[in-house]
């Protein structure tokens, strides 16, 4: 089992911005992508953000150009940069690892096959 735990959700206003951080150990990361998915009020979940194990991400159109997945080795984190937020972001983000190596464009179209999940953490966009 890989623990993951997020941190940094919160309330701001549209147009703002929020930094989105994992915590994650006990993995091997030649081999795992690193994701975030989130689920909107009354919509399933929803992948957003993919780092493949080589560090190439991938992002879904709703997001691209405004969210920013990285990975810092050092911490054993990786984060989601989020600006220009919009009230359509708001929801509950978690983030996700996926040990096979699919690819990350295909664990953005199925988040609900990633391996290991953290509780999540809430973000509210007001207009």
């Known amino acids: 089992r890989v623990p993951l735990k997020e941190s940094g959700g919160g309330s701001v206003e549209a147009g703002g911005s929020l930094k989105l951080s994992c915590v994650i150990s006990?993995?091997?990361?030649?081999?795992?992508?690193l994701g975030w998915v989130r689920q909107a009020p009354g919509h399933e979940r929803e992948g957003i953000a993919v780092?493949?194990?080589?560090?190439?991400?991938n992002y879904a159109d709703s997001v691209k150009g405004r969210f920013t997945i990285s990975q810092d080795n050092a911490k054993n984190t990786f984060d989601l940069q989020m600006n220009s937020l919009k009230p359509e972001d708001t929801g509950v983000y978690y983030c996700?690892?996926?040990?096979?190596?699919?690819?990350?464009?295909?664990?953005?179209?199925?988040?609900?096959?990633?391996?290991?999940w953290g509780k999540g953490t809430e973000v509210t966009i007001s207009s």
């Open positions: 006990g993995y091997e990361k030649s081999r795992y992508c």
């Open positions: 780092l493949e194990a080589d560090g190439n991400p």
């Open positions: 996700a690892a996926a040990v096979r190596g699919i690819g990350g464009d295909y664990y953005l179209r199925n988040p609900d096959d990633m391996d290991y």
